[in-house]
C-alpha cells in the first residue's frame, strides 16, 4: 500500500458550489466562497466573436433557457441567456459569465480556480489570445489559476501562452504511455474519474512525477478508497462529501 503523505487532501468543487447553485456562474462561485471552498474547477470556451466565457456543454439547452451551439453565437447573445434556467433551485436569472468578470472577482477571492479548457483545435485561435491577454491584464488573479483539457493539443499551446500555468491532462484511463506524454509536455497532473484510480496506477503517476487528480467522485467511500491509494486531489460536486469525511476522520 502506498505510504501516506503529510500533503493534505484537496478538495475541488465542480462548477464553483457543486449542486448548491447554477454551474460555472458568479452564483456558484460566491455560494461556494461563502461555504468555505477554496478550489474550484469551471469550464472555458470561446464565443464566435472571441470572447472567453464560462459554460460546460457544447449544447445551451441543459443549463439554459436557449437552443443551439453555445460557441457558435456572439457574445451579445450568450450574456442574455439564462444560465439557471435547468438548475433544480429556483435561483433566480443568472448570466453565462465572461472570463474577465470572473478574473476581477478572483483577484480579491481567496480560492484557486481550475479552467478546464473546452474548444477545438481551430477554437483555440480564438480562444488563447484572449486568455493571455486577460491573465496579462489581471495578474493577481492569474496566479490562482491552473488549466486542464482532454487535448494534448490545446494543453501544449496553453503552455506556449501562458508559460508557468498548472496544467493537468484529462485521460479516460492513466497509462503509461500517456503519462509519459504528459511528463514529456510538461504537465503535473493528470486526471480520470475516480473509478478508474488504482493503487497502481496512482503509483505509476508518481513514477513520471505526475500528480493524480480524481474527478466524479460520488460519495465519502469513493473519497475514502481514493485517499487510501495515494490521490490527494479530489473533485466533487456535493460539498457534503467533504464534510462527512472530515467528520468520519475527527
Not at 120 to 125: C, E, G
Request: proline share 3%; aromatic share 4%.
Amino acid at each position: 500500500m502506498i505510504k501516506a503523505e503529510t500533503k493534505p487532501i484537496e478538495w475541488v468543487v465542480m462548477g464553483g458550489a457543486g449542486k448548491l447553485a447554477p454551474e460555472n456562474t458568479m452564483a456558484a462561485l460566491i455560494e461556494g466562497l461563502a461555504r468555505g471552498v477554496d478550489h474550484v474547477w469551471l469550464d472555458l470556451q470561446v464565443s464566435k466573436d472571441g470572447v472567453p466565457f464560462l459554460f460546460r456543454d457544447k449544447r445551451l439547452e441543459r443549463t439554459t433557457n436557449a437552443r443551439g451551439i453555445a460557441h457558435s453565437l456572439d457574445w451579445k447573445h450568450l450574456k442574455q441567456l439564462d444560465a439557471s434556467d435547468g438548475h433544480h433551485v429556483a435561483a433566480g436569472h443568472e448570466r453565462i459569465p465572461a472570463l474577465t468578470e470572473v478574473l476581477d472577482w478572483l483577484q480579491s477571492a481567496d480560492i484557486r480556480m481550475i479552467l478546464e479548457i473546452r474548444a477545438t483545435d481551430r477554437m483555440l485561435a480564438r480562444l488563447l489570445p484572449a486568455l493571455a491577454k486577460a491573465c496579462q491584464q489581471m495578474p493577481r488573479a492569474s496566479e490562482k489559476l491552473s488549466f486542464a483539457s482532454g487535448s494534448t493539443t490545446a494543453l501544449v499551446r496553453c503552455g506556449e501562452v501562458l508559460r508557468g500555468k498548472g496544467r493537468l491532462l484529462i485521460v479516460d484511463k492513466p497509462k503509461r504511455p500517456i503519462l509519459l506524454a504528459a511528463q514529456e509536455m510538461g504537465v503535473g497532473s493528470v486526471g480520470c474519474t475516480a473509478m478508474n484510480w488504482t493503487e497502481k496506477r496512482v503509483r505509476n503517476a508518481r513514477e513520471y512525477d505526475l500528480e493524480a487528480t480524481a474527478f466524479a467522485v460520488r460519495n465519502c467511500n469513493d473519497a475514502k478508497r481514493l485517499i487510501k491509494v495515494g490521490v490527494k486531489r479530489l473533485c466533487i460536486d456535493d460539498i457534503d462529501i467533504k464534510h462527512r469525511y472530515d467528520s468520519s476522520m475527527s
